[in-house]
């Protein structure tokens, strides 16, 4: 075995992090749906889990200059998919996601993801000036601005909301000047409160409003903000413990082993419970980040500091949305919320992490 592929040289504290933060997610969800008709939904975890570590260590093997070397065609085949699934996608929750079966499906846009980390990393690599300039930050923009529109018609607009971290961190690594920044501030403070009114959705509105007030609607779009932050609330220091928690078990918290699984987390493992799952997260993205920095080139760097960017900010939306910092906008918390495609996706980064981490040595 060539020596930058030796056992020796994985991140195993990454891979520990990764199956303690899962093993925490199994518990919760198994809590969560106790007695529910949800109550398989633990094992089908644990079944995505086992997909992920498989597709992790393909992602590992795999050399990253050959992904790299495919981005067009990656970048094609994701629009044509998500455009396919305006067509042949199965609505659910009054939105159209996902391709497959009620039994089997996958939500594409949760591997475009994957796709767009890619092509900034090759982009900004293939840059031949040392400073970003506006027409490669106008190419960029629309590059992943088409693929984000067709997410957020779908409608799903956390996911699209994910991408924009992704070319943030590519424009703040590649060096940008302060002026396109201020610029693109102005566009932004002039196109959202029309995309206010023409873009979002009714439900998307209410939940923007429950965000700054959730009492408006205590019973509609503000429920969910409300009952979570009381169930966060009832975990106090050391929390109520596994399946006793009075919010997730009298169902008051809506799908708790999903987007809310924080929620439920909190209230039955408290503030103690909540500080080490955040520690580990933590050490987690610190640990990509020191992948990013040993890097063998631009595009490791590029590509392990893409996939930081785009794992904390599910994290800090999520977090945020629970406890009521965030609008609630559908994020799921990475490797604890129950769903296949979001876990096999986030293997699927942390795999590319990895495997710029075995290449650090290779000249």
């Not at 889990?49 to 990656?74: E, K, R, S």
């Not at 090759?122 to 027409?135: A, C, G, I, P, V």
């Not at 708790?256 to 080490?276: M, R, T």
């Amino acid at each position: 075995m060539p020596a930058y592929r030796s056992l020796r040289d994985l991140d195993w504290l990454m891979l520990a992090l990764v199956a303690a933060i899962c093993a925490l997610g199994v518990l919760q969800i198994f809590s969560a749906t106790y007695d529910t008709h949800y109550a398989d939904a633990w094992w089908k975890q644990l079944i995505w889990i086992a997909a992920g570590f498989i597709a992790m260590w393909i992602a590992t093997l795999v050399d990253y200059h050959t992904l790299l070397g495919q981005v067009p065609v990656l970048y094609v085949l994701s629009v044509v998919t998500l455009g396919a699934t305006f067509v042949l996608g199965m609505t659910a929750f009054g939105s159209r996601r996902w391709i497959g079966t009620a039994t089997y499906h996958i939500q594409v846009s949760e591997f475009v993801k994957i796709v767009l980390v890619l092509l900034v990393a090759r982009y900004m690599t293939e840059l031949k000036s040392e400073q970003l300039q506006l027409s490669d930050l106008l190419k960029l923009a629309g590059l992943i601005g088409l693929p984000m529109i067709m997410v957020m018609l779908q409608p799903d607009l956390g996911t699209a909301l994910t991408f924009i971290p992704i070319l943030l961190v590519g424009v703040f690594l590649a060096g940008f000047r302060w002026q396109y920044a201020v610029a693109i501030l102005v566009i932004v403070a002039v196109v959202a409160p029309a995309s206010y009114y023409l873009v979002l959705k009714d439900y998307q509105r209410a939940r923007l409003i429950s965000f700054i007030d959730p009492s408006q609607d205590p019973k509609g779009s503000g429920y969910q903000v409300i009952q979570s932050k009381i169930a966060v609330g009832s975990g106090a220091l050391w929390g109520r413990g596994v399946t006793k928690g009075t919010q997730t078990q009298g169902r008051f918290l809506p799908v708790p082993h999903k987007d809310f699984i924080f929620s439920a987390f909190a209230e039955e493992h408290g503030f103690v419970g909540v500080i080490v799952a955040l520690g580990m997260y933590f050490v987690l993205l610190m640990q990509i980040v020191e992948n990013a920095q040993t890097a063998p080139d631009r595009a490791g760097t590029y590509l392990c500091m893409g996939i930081a960017a785009v794992m904390l900010f599910h994290v800090l939306v999520n977090v945020g949305m629970v406890v009521g910092r965030m609008p609630v906008t559908g994020i799921p918390l990475p490797l604890m919320s129950s769903g296949g495609s979001n876990i096999v996706a986030v293997f699927l980064m942390l795999g590319l992490a990895n495997n710029v981490r075995l290449r650090r040595f290779v000249n």
